[in-house]
């Protein structure tokens, strides 16, 4: 994009901005053009909701794994080692070895046609969880769930990037964030309802028939996704929810916000290098990484219950009482994306680091503090606070989505290879930190997660300088074009290595 072209667009969205009525910091739309409005209302509609439900699938199907083991399944499978956690490497594997290569396909093949089948092929892999016979068996299809699921997290954010701007973004990407919670939320009321009335029925255990009604529920969804989730903007025919007009649309507004489409050779080889020598990549994947790892004290919770022998704790409570987590996260979540896109204007980056700072801190008092004392309503506290840095992924894409805008590959990819890159440490460090047989007290493990977070606090303040940096470098460059610098009128500046390069 040239840097006139890039300046008058800027000029642009400045003109459309107008003091909005009180209603629009309700809710985005309320404060649009009709026609932006019609717009947003089907992408809410299509998008919004039906990647929401898959994720809140998704994650019922990924959590029911420590729901059911709890519920019966360690014993049932004889889990009485660190099988547990082979089974959660496994998913781990699977989900890593997707990501990268699912969102490359985004950018080639039209989502609704990767979305179902992503949904329909993990679905299919859960109703088999029902009939495992030993661990070995479950090891396999948690790996195969996991190569299912890998693509859909990241993909559908870099999707969700792909269609709305920046005062609507945070709000869409941390509801679907928040979906994450109410996935594991209802995987731990599911499994103590289904627990409490299904439990041996047909001779079949409760934690069984979770996953029977996982998929049951899953499959009618992926089946509305194939003819709901729309194509990128650029790419995408008029149907019976996008007309024409609205597609005109829709990608002016992408212009406007500087946000761009798949491209010729945008995967050649220039391409590929802007990606790895610049600054995005490595960042980003830096501070996803640490997020994931710091995720892990919120697991001790149920392990935390089932081990107290004063006062004992039935099933049924044990998979209730975490759910105070994913409510924490739920609030969290939509209150700062609210923040982020109102009050703050579109910066990310100050409810990032508060929800850092706070996560370092819990998790030290979680490492610091006795694991059973008389009183223990302290760690009760600690463990349900925790939730709240489950708002980080959905304000990290959406700034990410923001900085990396002007190429729609490069933004897949460090979408993918953040993610990626994030379980694949996850996938063992919890066998070295979290072990199932030191559960709950896991002092390392929480200390090395309290590290985490607070070089994840470091890595959003590099992030925040390094972007605010490249702004004043395209400010500059434009500045002098306007006043007259000798650059021709073709001539584009391309962003390779952070370096102000002609080409």
Known sequence: MSVRSKKGQDDLLEQERTKQPWYYYL???????????RLLV??????????????????????NLSTA???????DLKMFGLEYNYCNTAWSVGYVIGQIPGNILLNRVS??????????????MTLCTTWVKNWHQLCFIRFMVGLFESAYYPGLLFLIGSWYTKD????????????TAGGTLLSGVMQAGVYRTLNGKHSMAGWRWIFTIDAIISIPIAISAFFLIPDLPWNIKPNWIFRQEDIDLAKRRLTVAGRQGPRKGGLGRKAIWNIVSTWHIWVFTGVYSCYIFSQNPQQSMSFWLKYSTN??????????????IWSTQIVSALGFAWISDNLLKGRRWPPLLLVALWHCIDCALLAGLPVYTDNRAGRWVLYYLSGVVNCTPGLLYAWCSEIIGDSSEKRGIVMGTFNSVAFSFNAWLPLLLFKQTEQPTVHKGNIAASVATALQFIGILAILYLSTRDQKREKRIAAEVDEGDPIRSNQVVEDVDNKERLV
């Open 311 to 324: 006062p004992k704790y039935s099933v049924e409570q044990i998979n209730y009482y975490p759910c105070g």
């Open 27 to 37: 809710w985005d739309s309320f404060g649009k053009p009709p026609a932006e409005r």
């Open 111 to 124: 989502p609704h046609y990767i979305v179902f089948a992503l949904e329909f092929g993990w679905s299919i």
């Open 42 to 63: 089907r992408l809410d509609l299509s998008l919004l909701v039906f990647s929401t439900l898959g994720l809140i699938m998704r994650y019922i199907d990924q959590t």
């Open 168 to 179: 609507e973004l945070g709000k869409r990407s941390n509801i679907f964030q928040a979906a």
């Open 69 to 75: 083991f709890v519920s019966g399944m360690k014993e």
